[in-house]
């Protein structure tokens, strides 16, 4: 289940400088809640409903796993950190600036707070023209009409002109365009999921997890190790080989990164710990047949972190299996990855420590990690 969802919002502005008025709550935005990944022209338009100057106006689109309900109250406070409070503002007066969600893919949302369709889109050729221009192909949730036919059926006689202005994106200023191929790894709660959705996202990436939840043998090697360690090290081993093939054989066609919340070599690094000696050297005699043929990462990033945020993480996850995951068993990972990449000097590996900072929840900690993949 994807929990992302695309926002489009509107941003207009007609009292003081208005392109950095706009500018500044794009920069707030970025920093906030995500990364954009469309920003229109800058139009400009004429009040409508009260006396004032002209408006500057533009749409933008993120893609973020907020509550919709989260994202308003950040905008809200972003509108305050600019100089507005809505607090008994009246319904048409001049705007030092207003940003508004207009869309969230097809969510249908009315509640006193938030109401999604916003419900006068469809009457404001000014927000209209720069989000056709954006995303010409949006169908509108509730009227079941592409924003297309509705503003070809637009009869309201509004003053409207595309500007020759521009906008900075701050989400340019990072790239890990450099990168086709960037594998997340890290011990058992290290964050690799978690972190890989929010590139995957920000980024517009492929996005490739690992399929550990239909593995049938993990429950019951948690429970009984000895019996289940083989079984499972090869079950892992052939769905990683099929994942890695079906999805990585097209990537330089389609010429589009890819994030991944694994490295292949996983499966030799844990099978060294789960398996005895005889098990591991047959098993790492085949990892290394399979290895030759699949595309390797451009770039490892592997994630630091101390065992006591691992068992909280681990805690917070709520798996039953995992509630037999002991202190020791985390240390080996470690001790397992850190002796790997010591031997392994061609592989393009960049530590990350996330020991210090919370990316999932804070998202200038997750920007200062693009800043150290960047």
């Known amino acids: 289940m994807n929990l992302y969802k695309k926002y489009h919002i509107s941003i207009g502005s007609n009292i003081g400088d208005r392109l950095i008025n706009i500018q500044s709550s794009i920069d707030l935005i970025h920093s906030k809640i995500a990364c954009f990944t469309a920003i229109s ?20 689109s993120f893609t973020t796993i907020m509550d919709p309900h989260d994202v308003m109250q950040q905008l809200l406070e972003i509108e305050k ?16 600036i207003d940003i508004d969600i207009l869309l969230i893919e097809d969510l249908i949302i009315n509640s006193e707070e938030l109401k999604v369709p916003h419900v006068e889109m469809c ?74 959705k929010q590139i995957s996202a920000d980024f517009n990436t492929k996005l490739m997890l690992e399929r550990y939840i239909d593995n049938p043998f993990l429950a019951k090697f948690y429970n009984n190790p000895r019996e289940f360690a083989f079984k499972l090290e090869m079950s892992f081993l052939a769905d990683r080989y099929q994942q890695t093939n079906e999805d990585l054989s097209q990537l330089n066609f389609f010429n589009k990164n890819i994030i991944s919340d694994y490295d292949i070599h996983k499966s030799l690094i844990f099978s060294k710990i789960n398996l005895n000696s005889d098990e591991f050297n047959l098993y790492r005699k085949l990892f290394y047949s399979l290895y030759k043929s699949i595309v ?71 920007l200062s990690i693009i800043n150290q993949i960047d």
């Open 41 to 60: 022209s800058i139009y400009n338009s004429e009040s409508i409903g009260f006396e004032g100057d002209d408006f500057y106006n533009i749409c933008a």
């Open 81 to 96: 950190i600019l100089g507005r409070n809505r607090i008994n503002e009246g319904k048409y007066i001049s705007r030092k």
């Open 123 to 196: 009457n404001r050729k000014f927000v209209l023209d720069p989000l056709i221009e954006i995303d010409p192909n949006l169908i509108h949730p509730l009227k079941k009409m592409s924003l297309k036919e509705i503003y070809n059926s637009f009869e309201q006689n509004q003053k409207i002109k595309k500007t020759t202005l521009s906008l900075n994106n701050p989400s340019n200023i990072l790239s890990i365009g450099q990168y086709n191929y960037i594998a997340i790894e890290g011990n058992i709660g290290s964050g690799k999921t978690s972190l890989s």
């Open 296 to 366: 390797k990462p451009d770039l490892i990033i592997f994630l630091n972190q101390t065992i006591e945020n691992l068992k909280s993480n681990i805690k917070k996850r709520g798996r039953d299996y995992e509630e037999s995951i002991s202190e020791k068993y985390l240390k080996n990972i470690n001790q397992s990855y850190s002796d790997f990449f010591k031997s392994r000097p061609d592989l393009n590996i960049k530590f990350i420590d996330v020991s210090e900072i919370d990316f999932v929840k804070n998202r200038l900690d997750y």
